[in-house]
């Protein structure tokens, strides 16, 4: 499946932001869609997935009650919601699936398909 992630931009502290993942074809449906970012110098690390089985949320500790993730299958897309952004978020934004969900879901080794990310900015 080919993912297209678009919505990032530049936001002050406390803004927000709505990241769009879309998926071409007809097997959106069979994926799983997670979040990752990487931000300058460090390792892609998870932010958020949706179970698509059981409608399932998981996040990291660093966006729990920040971030919410939300997925249109009649659009074919998976959305991040971040609100209360801070300047620690600013990173390059990626989705990324795969058809079962892996019990280590929080690995990025463990997806498939990417999106070719897109960056969020977030100014102090």
């Known amino acids: 499946v080919q993912l297209q992630a678009s919505g990032g931009g530049l936001v002050q502290t406390g803004g927000s932001l709505r990241l769009s993942c879309t998926a071409s074809?007809?097997?959106?449906?069979?994926?799983?869609i997670v979040w990752f970012r990487q931000a300058p110098g460090k390792e892609r690390e998870f932010v958020g997935g949706?179970?698509?089985?059981?409608?399932?949320?998981y996040y990291a500790d660093f966006v729990k009650g920040r971030f919410t993730i939300s997925r249109d299958n009649a659009k074919n897309t998976v959305y991040l919601q971040m609100n209360s952004l801070k300047p620690e978020d600013t990173a390059v934004y990626y989705c990324?699936?795969?058809?079962?969900?892996?019990?280590?879901?929080?690995?990025?080794?463990?997806?498939?398909?990417w999106g070719q990310g897109t960056q969020v900015t977030v100014s102090s």
């Open positions: 990324a699936a795969r058809i079962n969900w892996h019990i280590d879901y929080r690995s990025a080794r463990n997806y498939d398909d």
């Open positions: 074809g007809r097997t959106f449906n069979t994926r799983q």
């Open positions: 949706l179970r698509r089985s059981t409608g399932a949320t």
